[in-house]
């Protein structure tokens, strides 16, 4: 039983390039999320999806887009990088209200 | 949704010295969960509390819900160096729990 797995685990980015994190889970859970986790400070929601097909925004989603096609799957999108998104990116996942399964995470870094 | 504050935001104690990190918000919550994330880890999930003066135990770990909901505490007796890391409150809003951080309070314990 894998949890919740994420890549890639690092990543370097120009400004301007656009990438994709992905996520995957494989417990069934129906809700999953991103969260953003800036250096010393708490987590940020940047969007979420309570299953296949239903997503919505979070605290900060300019500059992301996220879809769900399967239960399994959440991807985050970055478009048009730039270094106010250097950030460490958790992905979490949970069996409706209980306790969220986090990710290793991606440490991404914009120059 | 509102934030939630947690206070210290730093504390550092001798290993078998007493610890509490509080979470506070101005509004009643409908649930609150604990995490602990160790340096340069992710998140892990510690509890749920969902009852007005609810209160939990985990081995030395001890997890208070306030009568009114609007305030949460950790306790842990006699801390070991394990215990080293940022522990977070995140409130639940009603309905779907869409958990909001909060600002979290990095234990150091030294030996």
């Known amino acids: 039983n894998a949890g919740v797995t994420q890549t890639p685990k690092f990543r370097i980015l120009k400004i301007g390039q656009s990438m994709t994190l992905q996520c995957a889970q494989d417990?069934?859970?129906?809700?999953m999320y991103w969260y953003r986790q800036d250096p010393g400070m708490g987590l940020k929601l940047i969007y979420y999806?309570?299953?296949?097909?239903?997503?919505d925004k979070g605290e900060v989603p300019n500059g992301y887009n996220v879809s769900r096609s399967t239960t399994e799957d959440f991807p985050l999108r970055l478009e048009l990088a730039a270094p106010s998104q250097t950030s460490v990116y958790f992905c979490?996942?949970?069996?409706?209200?209980?306790?969220?399964?986090f990710g290793q995470g991606t440490r991404l870094t914009v120059v | 949704g509102q934030q939630v504050m947690q206070i210290p935001q730093y504390q550092h104690v001798q290993e078998g010295e007493d610890f509490t990190t509080y979470c506070n918000s101005s509004?009643?919550?409908?649930?609150i969960q604990w995490y602990k994330q160790r340096p340069g880890g992710h998140p892990v999930f510690l509890i749920q509390?969902?009852?007005?003066?609810e209160v939990k135990k985990q081995k030395r770990l001890t997890f208070q819900f306030g009568e009114a909901k609007k305030n949460s505490s950790l306790h842990i007796t006699a801390t070991q160096t394990t215990d080293v890391g940022t522990y977070f409150c995140?409130?639940?809003?009603?309905?779907?729990?869409?958990?909001?951080f909060g600002t979290g309070t990095r234990l150091l314990v030294s030996p």
């Open positions: 979490a996942s949970s069996y409706l209200s209980g306790g969220l399964t």
């Open positions: 417990m069934n859970h129906n809700y």
């Open positions: 999806s309570v299953g296949a097909g239903i997503t």
């Open positions: 509004t009643t919550l409908s649930n």
């Open positions: 509390l969902v009852k007005s003066g």
């Open positions: 995140a409130r639940g809003d009603t309905g779907f729990q869409k958990l909001v």
